[in-house]
């Protein structure tokens, strides 16, 4: 008797429930009743039944075909589920019920959530990036540094790690300040540094050449490019 359960249970069929679906289905408007019917929705289409009335839908919950008609309705007009039409293998037409916007609508979902998380990372970061700089400098900073630092930012386009590396640079270069270290982002842009790698790769080449005993001083920092190496965080 258990194994004939069990089989019947199996031959019953399952459905897969999104996690995503779970989690967010409160922030795309829907509420448990409407969560419930799109979820019997499902297991009709897994079964076979592509386009259940509202009176087998109805049957399977504690609502009735009128409220059940109602919820579809209003689950159309949230763009949540879709009526489309099919064609069977004897060309007659039917309706069937379609899921694909409520998944488009939980994609656009997770999409936001990816936008949100990594503004909130580039705040933090920028925020970090400020604290860096008056801790360096040992003060707060002018208006006019802020205004500095938002320009690197906003107007150039420089991420945050490559500033700090750059300010990193001017400290053990021992030239703490704003136009050394926009001279340095300057030429690490128009030379295509790009990377944290790319950087430490002209710093290699830079101290290379620095080494060299033939080569003055003035010479050198005239014909290269004052890519410097910075502390590992």
């Not at 009176?55 to 008609?69: D, F, K, P, V, Y």
């Not at 320009?151 to 945050?160: A, S, V």
Request: glycine share 6%; charged share 25%; with cysteine.
């Amino acid at each position: 008797m258990d194994k004939d359960i069990i089989v019947s249970w199996m031959e019953a069929g399952m459905i897969q429930v999104p996690n995503l679906l779970m989690q967010k289905y409160k922030q795309i408007g829907l509420d448990e009743k409407e969560l419930a019917l799109l979820l019997h929705i499902l297991s009709f289409i897994e079964a076979g039944n592509e386009f259940p009335t509202p009176e087998q839908l109805a049957g399977r919950m504690t609502i009735n075909s009128s409220e059940c008609s109602g919820l579809l309705r209003k689950l159309v007009q949230m763009q949540i589920l879709s009526i489309e039409e099919g064609l069977s293998e004897d060309g007659i037409r039917f309706e069937k019920y379609s899921l694909s916007s409520l998944w488009a609508r939980l994609a656009d979902e997770l999409k936001f959530d990816k936008k949100q998380n990594g503004l909130k990372h580039t705040l933090l970061e920028e925020h970090d990036l400020y604290t860096l700089f008056e801790q360096e400098f040992g003060r707060p900073l002018s208006p006019m540094e802020c205004e500095n630092l938002a320009m690197w930012l906003d107007d150039d386009g420089q991420d945050p790690v490559i500033i700090k590396a750059a300010l990193r640079e001017a400290v053990l270069a021992g030239k703490l300040s704003f136009r050394y270290i926009d001279r340095i982002l300057f030429n690490w842009k128009r030379n295509g540094v790009r990377t944290l790698e790319q950087a430490r790769m002209q710093g290699i080449q830079f101290r290379q050449k620095t080494k060299q005993p033939a080569q003055p001083a003035t010479e050198t920092t005239s014909k290269t490019i004052p890519v410097y190496n910075w502390l590992e965080p």
